[in-house]
């Protein structure tokens, strides 16, 4: 029996990182998993390597920003699998991560580089949210799982003004949307990670210098799996959490407890 069995799930950011992990467990789970990503190679090649592992999902193109992307995907899920029970908001992205920065500050950060990561951290969870929850509504509840970050929580790790922003927003959208769809047995949530190996974040840890620095602020000393954080996000579209919505599950080594 897998913890997902019957289940059908949407996975945002599934091409790679913490989202390939999440489309792998969760199928491997029971769940059957319909993700996407703007990376189609990528995807491609998970949805192909699920399969050959005889896992039941299907990949397609997804732009968070795009409302018309976000209401395709839905009714893929729905006309392939018949329902939709979970949704994970994970596709994000941090523009120092990708600059090759160590931070960029408020002065230097542009508007064009404000505007992308608030599209696609913060108004990616609001498209998908709003897609998928009339389809829940139809199934007769579901789980929604926004990843933010503990950046989301604490000022002192944020890597850039935008990203901070981003996913502080996320962590009171979740809460929001708790309180307005519980009576409808839809759960919200938020998981709020650490420091991660993740592609996204390989950059920022290629100097030995400054790997070390970031470390020493980890009470565990290292980096989590990405598998660390995938089995949270589980837990919380599983009904092992029914009880369970407007929370933050923080999976940080410990970080924000100093």
């Not at 997902?4 to 199928?27: P, Q, T």
Request: aromatic share 6%; charged share 20%.
């Amino acid at each position: 029996m897998g913890r997902l069995d019957g289940k059908v799930a949407i996975i945002s950011g599934g091409a790679r990182g913490m989202g390939a992990e999440e489309v792998n467990l969760f199928a491997k789970e029971g769940a059957k998993v319909v993700f996407g990503d703007i990376l189609d190679d990528l995807g491609q090649q998970v949805e192909a390597d699920c399969r050959e592992a005889g896992l039941d999902v299907a990949y397609t193109h997804l732009d968070v920003t795009v409302e018309s992307d976000w209401e395709a995907i839905v009714a893929l899920a729905e006309e392939r699998y018949g329902r939709l029970d979970a949704l994970v908001n994970n596709a994000g992205i941090s523009i120092s991560v990708e600059g090759g920065a160590r931070n960029i500050s408020l002065e230097d950060t542009s508007e064009e580089q404000w505007d992308r990561v608030m599209d696609i951290n913060s108004k990616g969870v609001f498209l998908g949210t709003k897609a998928a929850i009339p389809a829940m509504r139809r199934a007769g509840g579901g789980s929604i799982i926004n990843i933010s970050s503990i950046a989301g929580l604490s000022g002192a790790w944020s890597r850039s003004h935008p990203y901070n922003a981003s996913k502080g927003a996320v962590r009171l959208f979740t809460k929001a949307t708790a309180i307005q769809y519980a009576r409808e047995g839809i759960r919200c949530n938020s998981v709020h990670p650490g420091p991660i190996m993740t592609p996204m974040s390989a950059s920022t840890y290629d100097d030995p210098e400054v790997a070390a620095q970031r470390l020493a602020l980890v009470p565990l000393g290292r980096r989590a799996h990405p598998i660390e954080v995938a089995y949270g996000v589980l837990y919380l579209a599983s009904d092992e959490a029914s009880f369970v919505t407007g929370a933050e599950l923080v999976i940080d080594g410990g970080c924000v407890a100093q």
